[in-house]
């Protein structure tokens, strides 16, 4: 078992905030449709899909002097397989003027806070919506509920649905892995989603989404508790998550607080 991360310094969340989402991306070298490749400069993953969620840069370590080249490299990377690219930058990014060299190259630039939370501080008993079921997600059959309610929740086009599904299909259901979706359904239909991800010594949350009809009810608050509950009892101590502005505040009332911010470059290919 990993070790895990007990000590809750802000300089210590704002690293595990950086390397649960490094962590993340790397499950990618388990997909035969990825190409991982991971240097002391970057790590970056590309595929043949045209939606910048699967073709990322993270973990920039760069020089000045290299910085343009690396960038234009991308670029190149990208244009051969006709797909957008998201370049994520945060507190260790180097050189600190990454960001602005992206925009100068047409990046389209999106701040999210990053946020931690003492899972020894969530809230005792939670007020669950009246019906709410949450479920891991353990077959084919599930997977391909939770792949339509996000990207429907998210308006992402089906296409994507069809790559999630491939993706966490070729990960696997077994308990035992890092990476566990889960299913939230009302009155036996599934309206929300959420992923955990232990990695880096803390629990990460990803993928918290609840389709429109059945927002402001709690669900995004129970969708994000259940699996963090989880990975408690599994011995962790620090959640971490990149919130949306939508999902400030019902992370904030669970006990997250601000560490970082994190940013997301989009360059579309034109």
């Given at each position: 078992?990993?070790?895990?991360?007990?000590?809750?310094?802000?300089?210590?969340?704002?690293?595990a905030i950086e390397?649960?989402?490094?962590?993340?991306?790397?499950?990618?070298?388990?997909?035969?449709?990825?190409?991982?490749?991971?240097?002391?400069?970057?790590?970056?993953?590309?595929?043949?899909?045209?939606?910048?969620?699967?073709?990322?840069?993270?973990?920039?370590?760069?020089?000045?002097?290299?910085?343009?080249?690396?960038?234009?490299?991308?670029?190149?990377?990208?244009?051969?397989?006709?797909?957008?690219?998201?370049?994520?930058?945060?507190?260790?990014?180097?050189?600190?003027?990454?960001?602005?060299?992206?925009?100068?190259?047409?990046?389209?630039?999106?701040?999210?806070?990053?946020?931690?939370?003492?899972?020894?501080?969530?809230?005792?008993k939670m007020e669950?919506?009246?019906?709410?079921?949450?479920?891991?997600?353990?077959?084919?059959?599930?997977?391909?509920?939770?792949?339509?309610?996000?990207?429907?929740?998210?308006?992402?086009?089906?296409?994507?649905?069809?790559?999630?599904?491939?993706?966490?299909?070729?990960?696997?259901?077994?308990?035992?892995?890092?990476?566990?979706?889960?299913?939230?359904?009302?009155?036996?239909?599934?309206?929300?989603?959420?992923?955990?991800?232990?990695?880096?010594?803390?629990?990460?949350?990803?993928?918290?989404?609840?389709?429109?009809?059945?927002?402001?009810?709690?669900?995004?608050?129970?969708?994000?508790?259940?699996?963090?509950?989880?990975?408690?009892?599994?011995?962790?101590?620090?959640?971490?998550?990149?919130?949306?502005?939508?999902?400030?505040n019902v992370y904030?009332?669970?006990?997250?607080?601000?560490?970082?911010?994190?940013?997301?470059?989009?360059?579309?290919?034109?």
């Amino acid at each position: 078992m990993e070790k895990i991360l007990k000590d809750l310094s802000e300089s210590s969340l704002v690293a595990a905030i950086e390397a649960n989402l490094f962590e993340i991306f790397r499950l990618f070298n388990q997909w035969s449709r990825a190409e991982v490749n991971e240097s002391p400069e970057l790590l970056w993953l590309t595929t043949d899909i045209p939606f910048p969620l699967f073709n990322c840069i993270l973990k920039s370590k760069l020089s000045p002097e290299t910085m343009d080249d690396a960038i234009n490299a991308a670029i190149a990377r990208c244009k051969s397989k006709n797909v957008p690219m998201l370049w994520w930058t945060g507190p260790s990014t180097k050189p600190a003027n990454l960001g602005s060299r992206l925009e100068a190259f047409s990046f389209q630039a999106t701040e999210v806070p990053g946020m931690a939370a003492d899972l020894d501080s969530l809230p005792e008993k939670m007020e669950l919506p009246e019906d709410l079921v949450i479920e891991r997600v353990e077959s084919d059959e599930d997977l391909e509920k939770w792949c339509r309610v996000l990207c429907t929740a998210f308006e992402m086009p089906a296409f994507v649905e069809d790559a999630f599904f491939d993706l966490y299909r070729s990960l696997g259901f077994d308990p035992s892995t890092p990476l566990h979706n889960y299913l939230g359904s009302l009155n036996d239909e599934v309206v929300a989603t959420s992923t955990l991800f232990m990695g880096a010594g803390v629990a990460g949350i990803y993928g918290v989404s609840t389709l429109e009809r059945a927002r402001r009810k709690g669900i995004g608050s129970a969708m994000t508790a259940a699996p963090l509950l989880d990975s408690q009892r599994l011995g962790y101590r620090v959640g971490i998550l990149q919130s949306s502005e939508l999902g400030f505040n019902v992370y904030h009332n669970l006990g997250f607080n601000e560490y970082c911010k994190i940013y997301e470059y989009v360059w579309s290919g034109n």
